[in-house]
């Protein structure tokens, strides 16, 4: 029997979604034979943690799932023992890394690693708070339908089995280390406002993302592809396809990992950066590893916090944040990109050192790329005026703190990556 840790990170109300992940939970457990360990790390406010506490009081009792709800108390108890049993220097440091007093998208999916490891689980399925699952004839479209049976195996008995499949013979000997989907409805991230603005100032903002040197028309490519996932289309029938996954493809809200992966390579822990957590999808698709690419894509909505006069330039500074982090993961991504299946070991295994040399390569690069890219915002946004101007405003007083901050990223998360096996070995035990 497979254990697989289901896993629910969130810091919002998301009472319906922590009992519709439990319904996908019992799915797993009836139609695929997996003991399914429920994981919601909790990040919200006293109130809205007590109404998910009651929640999950009344979920039905379920064989072979059961529900761990962990606040952030809870979190940091388990956080000290690992790192005080891994025996690591600063671990003041790995603490802030991995439970830090900001939002950070690959810490919280960093500590359902950990935890996940410690409930000996063979596999991790992400979900989102801020999603729901599509139905189909009257039933809820479940995507751990696919993340079972072959993850973590070689993807010959996939073929075997009769998944359909574009793999080259060659990786045929690797194993399955990665599943997922996308998912339709809203934008990824909340600038849809923009692009109803001023579509040609949603083309400037959006493009900053790529690589400065690319030509005008691969931008151009890129911004109408951009965190538009599947599209809005519906769910009608399974297509599932062996394959090296495009990191494009799929999106962290409907991701499953072997334990192979995420266990030898954590996810950047940087703070206030909107897709920092994706870097896991361009590592397994560079090093040649394969993956099952299916439909059944999840719903995806905005909730209303995130444009309120406080969450609105919380979240642009997150995406700000994102722009600026790109020259420093493409630098990344090229690097591996080359590197191929070098960065496998004999054991078709990520070979973490590789990786950590071009973290730390990137973080030499020269800011000048990304004081063209603030820039370009400040110029967007003053073009938009309202809120868009007045946050420029204070995107201008901050502009050296923010390069300093993806820059400083970067290293945290190269020195997270060099304690990541003795963290991993901690919370094993």
Known sequence: MNRICLCLPTNRACSATIAALHDEAAYAARRLGADVQLLILDSSGDRTRTEHARTVAALPATRHVTVHHLDEDAQRAF?????????????????????????SYGACTNRAFLLAAALGCDSLHRRDSDSTYQLHAGQPVFPVHHELPWLGRPAAE????GLRTDLDAALLGRPVSLTGASFIGELSVDIGEIRRLDEGVYHDVVSLWAPADWPEGRKRELVEESFTGAGTAPFTGDRATLTVVDPMRVDMCNIAFDRAVYERFPLPPATDTIGSDYFLLHLVHDAGLPGILHNRHIENFHTPERRTDTGFPAYQRRFVKFLLSMPYFHHVYDRMATEGTGLLDERHQVRADRVVKLL??????????????????????RKLGGRYARFADRLAEERDRLMDEAESDMADFAYLVTAWPALVEAARR
């Open 158 to 161: 996939a073929t075997a089995g």
């Open 360 to 381: 730390r390569e990137s973080t030499g690069l020269d800011r000048t790329e990304n004081i063209w890219r603030l820039d370009r915002v400040d110029t967007a946004y």
């Open 79 to 103: 956080l000290r023992r690992a790192i005080g049993q891994a025996g690591l220097p600063e671990p003041d440091r790995l603490l802030h890394l991995m439970l830090p007093p900001a939002v």
